[in-house]
């Protein structure tokens, strides 16, 4: 199983991004995707995930309301869409998946596989 996020970059408080997990490997529809993030100097943190097969979505509180979990299964790619950036939104950003019950979870010891960070950093 491979995992490849990508679509960070660059932009302005207040600004957009959409970031990508593309799987290799197997059928993404099977597993629960989550997207992490870890800033400079801080603790990796669970930002969303999306379950397996019922497509339910579950958000951080500090992301609620402004950011969107989606999967386009015919793609194989799990996306996290971003609106309303703020400084603190800044980290790199990882997604990683799970097949077995229950899915999604806050704790990233619960995934077992992972994709590698893509950079998000929101600054004027």
């Known amino acids: 199983v491979q995992l490849q996020a990508s679509g960070g970059g660059l932009v302005q408080p207040g600004g957009s991004l959409r970031l990508s997990c593309v799987a290799s490997g197997v059928t993404l529809d099977y597993f629960a995707i989550g997207w992490f993030r870890q800033a400079s100097g801080k603790e990796r943190e669970w930002v969303s995930c999306i379950n397996s097969g019922d497509g339910i979505t579950y958000y951080a509180d500090s992301v609620k309301g402004r950011f969107a979990i989606s999967r386009d299964n015919a793609k194989n790619t799990v996306y996290l869409q971003m609106n309303s950036l703020k400084p603190e939104d800044a980290a790199v950003y990882y997604c990683?998946?799970?097949?077995?019950?229950?899915?999604?979870?806050?704790?990233?010891?619960?995934?077992?596989?992972w994709g590698q960070g893509t950079l998000v950093t929101v600054s004027s």
């Open positions: 990683a998946g799970e097949s077995v019950y229950p899915g999604c979870s806050e704790s990233g010891p619960s995934y077992r596989y």
